[in-house]
């Protein structure tokens, strides 16, 4: 059973930079392919961006792309999500989140979620 814990979420006005860290524990980190998700205020839970086992592939939502960098660290376990030119409407709660297998951007796919982070964007 995988434990994921997330940090560094917040406050931030619109254009700034925030990184986001998830902490992976009671497992083999390097077996899971991982990825963040968002879920604004009335709204469904997104894909935001998702990375391989190794970290060799990653995939973007459009309305992050060339923003936000994932990231991983096997040795560390840990999972990053550098945020940059960030914009009111990235205001949501991030999930990190784990699957046993290849990389996947369907939210169904993944087993495990951690608790989430709130991030909030002013104009």
């Known amino acids: 059973q995988v434990q994921l814990v997330e940090s560094g979420g917040g406050l931030v006005q619109a254009g700034g930079s925030l990184r986001l860290s998830c902490a992976a524990s009671g497992g083999t980190f390097s077996s899971y392919a991982m990825g963040w998700f968002r879920q604004a205020p009335g709204k469904e839970r997104e894909s935001v961006a998702v990375?391989?086992?190794?970290?060799?592939?990653?995939l973007y939502a459009d309305s992050v792309k060339g923003r936000f960098t994932i990231s991983r660290d096997n040795a560390k376990n840990t999972l990053n999500l550098q945020m940059n030119s960030l914009k009111p409407e990235d205001t949501a709660v991030y999930y990190c989140a784990g699957r046993n297998g290849p990389i996947r951007t369907i939210q169904e796919n993944y087993d495990y979620w951690g608790q989430g982070t709130q991030v909030t964007v002013s104009s």
């Open positions: 990375i391989s086992r190794r970290g060799v592939s990653t």
